[in-house]
């Protein structure tokens, strides 16, 4: 048996209102496409479920019966149509998102801003982790999304690109004079160095980089608000993307891109085998809606 929302809600208005006309009108139908509704209705149920009279229709005793079946279907149906509801007031849960410093003090901030006035009911946890951690997180499953660049084994992850961003020497002008001959590998500046297994050494390991070789021997740093904070001291040139370039901290440096240019995707990544649940697709669909509005530097390409 197949009952449509439509038809609960002609029985459950007719027997409240006890009256075809009042019915009609606070249902915005004909009184005979109600009274033939109710036919139809009836009998797909198989019993009678109004007396009629000529004023007043009154339940049947089978009626009396359904009727608190047919408020409860009504209500479980609004509830589902809340939870499932466009402007996500009805969403609830929760997203844990792994994500890089360069993304996450960047563009998620603004991201987050918006989605928490959107789906009020969903708790948010970030975690933060170089590309190839994130990719191992969201691949063991211990969030439901990753944003970085895909490093390492991905092959089990669904990644929908963000961005692109050149790779580039970025130092403030009062310390280092940058230039083109500097970004074309030539190591006449010291340079700041990442960890081996961030994204950005590797790229410029896949490049042959002739940038590896000065870096080797510059300060290490994990942090990018630390390697910018050494930057704007002099201490050294950072390697970066201009994503960690359009960092509020990196203002009033200059960036030069590397030449030739190596360029650093990002991804938003899930599981292939495990559909996202609402509450992060929304969220993932806020950080693309975000992205046009973050303050990145014009050599950063949006995809999304």
Known sequence: MNLSERQLRLFVTTAALGNISRASEALHIS??????AIAVFESQ???SLFLRTTRRVVLTPEGEAFLPTAKRLLEDLAEAGRMFAPQGLGIKGQVTVAVGSSFGSIVLPGAIAAFQAAYPGVRLRVVDDNSEGIARKVRLADVDLGIGSAVGDVDALACRRLLTAPLG???PPAHFDITDADAQGVPRLPLL???ADTSIMQLLRMHGSALLAPMSQGVEVSSLAIQLALAEAGVGVAVLSAL????????GMRFVPLQPQVERELFVMRRRDRPPSLAARAFEDAVVRHLPQAALRPEVTLSA
Do not use: C, D, N
């Open 45 to 47: 149920m198989g019993a």
């Open 31 to 36: 009184q005979p496409a109600l009274t033939r």
């Open 169 to 171: 020497l970025l130092a």
């Open 244 to 251: 960690g370039a359009s960092h509020p901290l990196a203002r």
């Open 193 to 195: 160095r990442e960890s």
